[in-house]
C-alpha cells in the first residue's frame, strides 16, 4: 500500500435521497463532503421517480466542491469509485444524452400487474434460476419494459439501437465521459433480472421474455477496472474512474465482509442485509436474493441478500406526514422515554414487504393501539421494526446455510446506526453482537476502496479489511423467552397485514 500523504481517494455515492462525494484518504479517513438533497416525485399512488437531470447535475455539484476542498489542502486525488442506488432505471438518447422518461426509482410498484402475469405465466422458477431473484417491481426489467411500452416511439428508437439503457451507476459514467463508456459493473447488472449471474453474461432469453433489446444495454465490467476517464471541462481535470458497485455491494467491501459467512446490513432509506457465500452460488428456498457480491479479477464473489423496503424511510413518514418529530434525530429520544411500545407493532409496508414475504401489494400498518397509546409508543414501534425485519432475514439466511457458517457478529451502517436504540435493540432481537465501525460511511468507502485497488493505492482485499475497525460494540442484553414473547407479537401484526 502507498504511504503517499497527499493521495485520496474520491467517492461519488449517489443515494435515493441525496447525492454525496466524499475524499478519503488511504486509512478510510473523511478529508471533505459534500451532499445535497434529492427530491422524489410521487406522479401516481405506488409511483416514485426522479428527475434524472438532477442525478448529473448535484453529481457535478458536489464533485466540483469535493475536488476545491482538495485543491486547497494540495491533495491529488489518485482515482474516482462510484456507488449507487440499485435498480433505478433510466433510458437516454444515444446522441444526446438526453432522458425519455424520469428515472423510475427502485421502490417504484407501478409494474406489480406486469410482475404477477408473470409469474402466472410459469417463468418465475426459470428466472430466478438465471438470475438468483424473484419475479418483483423492485428490479429493473420490468422499469424498462413500461419506458418502452408507454413512451411515444421508445421501442422503435430502442430496437434500431437509438437509446440506452443504464443504472444510476451507468448513466452517470455515461455523462462524466460524455458518452465515451456505456458500461456497468457486474453487481449492478445482476440487478436488473436481465443478467445470468451463473454465465456471468446477459441472458438472450430473458431480453425476450420482457421484450428489451439487446442494443440498449451496456457492457459488463469487474468492479475493479477502467471505466474511463472524466472530461477535464467536467471536473477540472482527467480523473481515472476505477471502482464501480451498487451501494450494498460496495458496503460489504467497505465492512471487510471478505470472509464466507460475514454478514452486513446498512439500515438507510431501507435496509439490506448481505452475507457472503464466497463462491457458493445459493439459490434461496426462503425468497431471499442470490446476487453477486462483487468480481475482481475475474474472480466471484457470491452473497445472499434480504431487502427491507422501508427502514430510516418509516422515521421520515412520522416526521414529515404525521408531524410526530421535527427532527428525525429525534425519534432516540422518544423510543426512550416510554419502558416499551405498550404492544404497539409498526409494520412499515408503504411500497410492500421484501424479503422474506415479497407482497408488492402489502400496505403499512399500526396494530395493537390502545386508549393508552401514545405518539412515543408509535415512535418506538417504528424503531424496534427494524430489529423484527432484520431477524426475518437473519433467520431466513442461517436456514440457508449451516448456522455455524454464518459470523456471531452482525457489521451495520447507514444513517441508523447512529441510533442507540436501534442498535441496542437489533442486538436484543438477533441474539448477536452488533457491530459499528469507525469508517461509518462504509457505502462510499467501499467504491473508494475499489478505486483504490485500480490505482495501486491497495494491492489486496487483505490491505482493505485492515482498514476496518470497531468504533462501538452492542451486544444483546434481553431474555430469551421476552425476545421471543416480542418477536411473536410482530409475526402475528405481518400477519395481519398479509391478510
Known amino acids: 500500500m502507498s504511504s503517499v500523504k497527499n493521495l485520496a481517494l474520491l467517492a461519488i455515492d449517489q443515494g435515493t435521497t441525496s447525492t454525496r462525494a466524499i475524499l478519503f484518504s488511504v486509512q478510510g479517513e473523511i478529508l471533505a463532503v459534500s451532499q445535497k438533497e434529492l427530491k422524489l416525485l410521487h406522479p401516481h399512488k405506488g409511483w416514485i421517480e426522479q428527475h434524472p437531470g438532477d442525478l448529473w447535475e448535484d453529481t457535478l455539484w458536489v464533485c466540483r466542491n469535493v475536488i476545491a476542498d482538495a485543491q486547497r489542502s494540495d491533495i491529488k486525488i489518485a482515482g474516482i469509485g462510484i456507488t449507487n442506488q440499485r435498480e433505478t432505471t433510466v433510458i437516454w438518447d444515444r446522441e444526446t444524452g438526453e432522458p425519455i422518461y424520469n428515472a423510475i426509482v427502485w421502490q417504484d410498484r407501478r409494474t406489480a400487474d406486469l410482475c404477477d402475469t408473470i409469474k402466472k405465466s410459469g417463468h418465475e422458477q426459470q428466472i430466478t434460476k438465471k438470475t438468483g431473484l424473484l419475479v418483483d417491481p423492485y428490479f429493473s426489467a420490468t422499469k424498462i419494459a413500461w419506458i418502452l411500452d408507454h413512451i411515444e416511439g421508445a421501442r422503435q428508437r430502442a430496437e434500431k439501437g437509438e437509446l440506452a439503457f443504464g443504472t444510476v451507476d451507468t448513466f452517470l459514467l455515461w455523462k462524466l465521459t460524455q458518452g465515451k463508456a456505456h458500461t456497468t459493473d457486474?453487481?449492478?447488472?445482476?440487478?436488473?433480472?436481465?443478467?445470468?449471474?451463473?454465465?456471468?453474461?446477459?441472458?438472450?432469453?430473458?431480453?425476450?421474455?420482457?421484450?428489451?433489446?439487446?442494443?440498449?444495454?451496456?457492457?459488463?465490467?469487474?468492479?475493479?477496472?477502467?471505466?474511463?476517464?472524466?472530461?477535464?471541462?467536467?471536473?477540472?481535470?482527467?480523473?481515472?474512474?476505477?471502482?464501480?458497485?451498487?451501494?450494498?455491494?460496495?458496503?460489504?467491501?467497505?465492512?471487510?465482509?471478505?470472509?464466507?459467512?460475514?454478514?452486513?446490513?446498512?439500515?438507510?432509506?431501507?435496509?439490506?442485509?448481505?452475507?457472503?457465500?464466497?463462491?457458493?452460488?445459493?439459490?434461496?428456498?426462503?425468497?431471499?436474493?442470490?446476487?453477486?457480491?462483487?468480481?475482481?479479477?475475474?474472480?466471484?464473489?457470491?452473497?445472499?441478500?434480504?431487502?427491507?423496503?422501508?427502514?430510516?424511510?418509516?422515521?421520515?413518514?412520522?416526521?414529515?406526514?404525521?408531524?410526530?418529530?421535527?427532527?428525525?434525530?429525534?425519534?432516540?429520544?422518544?423510543?426512550?422515554?416510554?419502558?416499551?411500545?405498550?404492544?404497539?407493532?409498526?409494520?412499515?409496508?408503504?411500497?410492500?414487504?421484501?424479503?422474506?414475504?415479497?407482497?408488492?401489494?402489502?400496505?403499512?400498518?399500526?396494530?395493537?393501539?390502545?386508549?393508552?397509546?401514545?405518539?412515543?409508543?408509535?415512535?418506538?414501534?417504528?424503531?424496534?421494526?427494524?430489529?423484527?425485519?432484520?431477524?426475518?432475514?437473519?433467520?431466513?439466511?442461517?436456514?440457508?446455510?449451516?448456522?455455524?457458517?454464518?459470523?456471531?457478529?452482525l457489521r451495520i451502517d447507514g444513517g441508523m446506526a447512529g441510533n442507540t436504540f436501534v442498535c441496542q435493540f437489533l442486538a436484543d432481537m438477533l441474539g448477536r453482537t452488533v457491530e459499528i465501525p469507525e469508517v461509518m460511511e462504509s457505502t462510499a468507502w467501499g467504491a473508494a476502496a475499489l478505486a483504490g485497488l485500480y490505482s495501486g493505492l491497495f494491492n489486496s482485499l487483505d490491505n482493505i479489511s485492515r482498514t476496518w475497525v470497531c468504533a462501538r460494540r452492542y451486544t444483546p442484553q434481553m431474555a430469551e423467552d421476552e425476545r421471543n414473547k416480542l418477536y411473536a407479537g410482530w409475526k402475528h401484526a405481518v400477519q395481519a397485514v398479509l391478510n
Not at 234 to 240: D, T
Not at 311 to 331: E, H, T
Request: hydrophobic share 40%; net charge negative; charged share 15%.
Open 186 to 409: 457486474i453487481t449492478n447488472a445482476s440487478r436488473t433480472l436481465l443478467f445470468n449471474i451463473v454465465t456471468r453474461q446477459w441472458d438472450n432469453d430473458l431480453l425476450q421474455l420482457f421484450n428489451i433489446p439487446a442494443g440498449m444495454l451496456p457492457n459488463v465490467s469487474d468492479n475493479v477496472a477502467f471505466f474511463g476517464e472524466t472530461k477535464p471541462e467536467l471536473l477540472g481535470a482527467a480523473y481515472v474512474i476505477g471502482g464501480m458497485a451498487g451501494d450494498q455491494h460496495a458496503a460489504l467491501v467497505g465492512q471487510g465482509c471478505f470472509e464466507s459467512g460475514m454478514i452486513k446490513a446498512t439500515y438507510g432509506t431501507g435496509c439490506f442485509a448481505l452475507m457472503n457465500t464466497g463462491h457458493n452460488c445459493t439459490i434461496s428456498s426462503n425468497k431471499l436474493l442470490t446476487t453477486i457480491g462483487y468480481r475482481i479479477g475475474g474472480d466471484t464473489c457470491y452473497a445472499l441478500e434480504g431487502s427491507i423496503f422501508t427502514a430510516g424511510a418509516a422515521v421520515q413518514w412520522l416526521r414529515d406526514n404525521l408531524g410526530l418529530l421535527s427532527d428525525a434525530a429525534q425519534s432516540e429520544a422518544v423510543a426512550l422515554s416510554v419502558t416499551d411500545s405498550n404492544e404497539v407493532y409498526f409494520v412499515p409496508a408503504f411500497t410492500g414487504l421484501g424479503a422474506p414475504y415479497w407482497k408488492p401489494n402489502a400496505r403499512a400498518a399500526i396494530t395493537g393501539i390502545s386508549r393508552e397509546s401514545t405518539s412515543a409508543h408509535v415512535v418506538r414501534a417504528a424503531l424496534e421494526a427494524q430489529g423484527y425485519q432484520s431477524r426475518d432475514l437473519i433467520e431466513a439466511m442461517e436456514s440457508e446455510l449451516n448456522s455455524t457458517d454464518t459470523s456471531e457478529a
